[in-house]
């Protein structure tokens, strides 16, 4: 089973407008990675909170975890159209070692 | 540039005819991992190496074959490509054999098997 699943599935918003997507994971994890994907392209890494972090910031990014919820967030603030992309979290599993399993991805469409 | 290379970025081929999807990677990273992508499905792993002649199973193993001769090279070989391997395949590398940490992504190889 997946372990990161993003809420919601698709996302359409207008320029200038907030983004927020949501992630939930099942187990306990090291820490939580969030990836961007352009169409068809590889994934690019935007931001890592570790278990012990509540909140990160990274330029119009900001990403909340909450480790007694299993859930963790991504605000995207003043949305431009090259924000558009698929958006996937990334929960960094306690095994052997930091398995790194990606959820089917928040679909984001910003309109200018 | 720091970089993750794979090689094609497209290909098409017949069932059973054995191919290689190339990665490599110029940051001296220890941890590779293979992906592959399908709609809805996010991404599953299929083979990982921790480091020089380590490799492991992921999620998705069967079909596939990995080696690990060199620190910088992860290929992926489909001795016997079958039609529900038409997907967009991902090699990835970090720095950390442990994992867990930041991915770098190649472009992806889009793998259409007929």
């Known amino acids: 089973s997946q372990q990161g699943e993003e809420d919601p599935q698709a996302l359409s918003i207008q320029e200038g407008e907030n983004a927020t997507m949501n992630c939930s994971y099942k187990?306990?994890?090291?820490?939580l990675q969030w990836y961007r994907q352009n169409s068809g392209r590889g994934l690019v890494h935007l931001i890592l909170?570790?278990?012990?972090?509540r909140e990160k910031h990274s330029g119009r990014l900001r990403v909340t975890l909450d480790t007694s919820k299993k859930s963790s967030s991504l605000l995207i603030t003043a949305s431009r159209a090259a924000d558009t992309a698929s958006y996937f979290c990334?929960?960094?599993?306690?095994?052997?070692?930091?398995?790194?399993?990606f959820g089917p991805g928040t679909s984001l469409s910003v309109i200018p | 540039e720091a970089q993750v290379t794979q090689n094609p970025r497209y290909l098409i081929t017949v069932t059973g005819k054995k191919l290689t999807v190339t990665c490599s990677q110029n940051?001296?990273?220890?941890?590779m991992s293979w992906y592959r992508q399908d709609p809805g499905l996010g991404l599953r792993q299929i083979y990982y190496?921790?480091?020089?002649?380590?490799?492991d199973k992921g999620d998705v193993p069967e079909g596939y074959k990995v080696s690990r001769k060199e620190k910088r090279n992860f290929p992926l070989i489909l001795e016997s490509p079958s039609p529900n391997q038409t997907s967009l395949y991902f090699c990835?590398?970090?720095?950390?054999?442990?994992?867990?940490?930041?991915?770098?992504f190649g472009s992806g190889t889009q793998l259409s098997v007929l």
């Open positions: 990835a590398s970090s720095l950390l054999a442990s994992g867990g940490e930041k991915l770098f």
């Open positions: 187990t306990s994890i090291n820490n």
């Open positions: 909170i570790r278990s012990n972090e």
């Open positions: 990334a929960p960094s599993m306690k095994t052997s070692y930091d398995k790194v399993i």
């Open positions: 940051m001296n990273h220890e941890y």
């Open positions: 190496s921790m480091n020089v002649e380590v490799t």
